[in-house]
């Protein structure tokens, strides 16, 4: 492979007699710290990309635990409201009333 086509900025001198040493280097300080740059944006696009999917995907035994906690809530509000309506409907003949101690 050509070196000049390779690498364009060994060959680029200006039109006239200023070209300095250290142009070249300054020329990869530029390109150094856009692939720095970029390189620091795609890891913050991997990052955030990670953190939404983790939140819409969660692992499955998360993903359970989560179920669980929501049925297990349900369920005992059911459990809670389905008691409240029988006691307070009708009492067995053994009960005594809720407010006999004030008697």
Known sequence: MNPVLAFPIYVQKPATNLYAANTAAMDW????TLCFFFFLLGCFAMAAWQIWRRTTRPDPHIQLLMELA???EETTLKKADEQAQSSSAQSQPWEKPQDWWKS
């Open 29 to 32: 300080f530029v390109i150094a």
């Open 70 to 72: 929501d049925s297990d």
